[in-house]
């Protein structure tokens, strides 16, 4: 059964820093690994997605690693902002399935 | 484009109510819809998995009888929960997938999710 946690549960950062995100899983038999973003109250919104053959992703600021074999994967925000401030899920994919970890609460401070 | 819209965005019942949950899809087919359960500071746990057409297939320890899930159309999906109770209380959030070309290696698309109350 895959589980996926997320260190730190919670992260507070003055604006502009540069920061990362942990998460690790257990089965290391997935089809993806993806990151995403959850603002109070909301659903979800889709940040990267990293294949099980790539290493990488980039969107603007973001970057997503994925490390099969030592079942890691790491989001980096660069130069933080305000507005960064969510709560960030990663969730280890197969066939369809997401098993989601508890997400890891980011606070921006201005 | 891909917008998933889920409504109602808030609900409060009494206990031993049904409680209705629509999903949509609004400018895409979903071939493939996901009803999650959120409880707080808990991680996003799959309940069930509808296909267009077809019975939904639902996780273990998930009641099928309890969380209806309808998936009449390639754009609505409705998970209803039936006779609910104070513990039902939580956070659904519906998702698609679908569209051409797309797989298990596509992008999830999320609704905002329906906060459940039962009093």
């Known amino acids: 059964k895959q589980e996926v946690t997320q260190i730190p549960a919670a992260l507070s950062v003055p604006e502009g820093e540069n920061l990362v995100l942990n998460c690790s899983f257990t089965?290391?038999?997935?089809?993806?690994l993806q990151w995403f973003r959850q603002d109070p109250g909301k659903g979800l919104t889709s940040l990267l997605l990293?294949?099980?053959?790539?290493r990488e992703q980039t969107s603007g600021r973001l970057n997503a690693s994925l490390d099969k074999s030592s079942g890691r994967s790491t989001l980096y925000i660069a130069a933080s902002q305000p507005g960064d401030s969510a709560t960030y899920l990663c969730?280890?994919?197969?066939?369809?399935?997401?098993?989601f970890g508890k997400g890891t609460l980011l606070t921006v401070n201005p | 484009g891909a917008v998933v819209s889920q409504h109602p965005s808030w609900v409060i019942c009494k206990s031993g109510t049904s409680v209705k949950i629509e999903c949509r899809s609004l400018?895409?087919?979903?071939?493939?819809m996901f009803w999650y359960r959120q409880f707080p500071k808990q991680s996003l746990m799959l309940m069930a998995t509808?296909?267009?057409?077809?019975?939904?297939?639902?996780e273990q320890g998930v009641e099928k009888d309890k969380f209806l899930i309808n998936h009449a159309s390639l754009t609505l999906s409705t998970l209803t929960v039936t006779s609910a109770h104070p513990e039902d209380s939580s956070f659904y959030i519906c998702?698609?997938?679908?569209?051409?070309?797309?797989?298990?290696?596509?992008?999830?698309?999320f609704g905002n999710g329906t906060r459940l109350t039962v009093t």
């Open positions: 998702s698609a997938i679908g569209g051409p070309g797309s797989s298990y290696n596509s992008p999830l698309h």
């Open positions: 089965d290391s038999a997935i089809y993806n």
């Open positions: 990293i294949q099980s053959s790539q």
């Open positions: 969730a280890g994919g197969s066939n369809y399935k997401l098993t």
């Open positions: 400018d895409f087919q979903a071939t493939t």
């Open positions: 509808s296909n267009e057409g077809s019975k939904a297939t639902y």
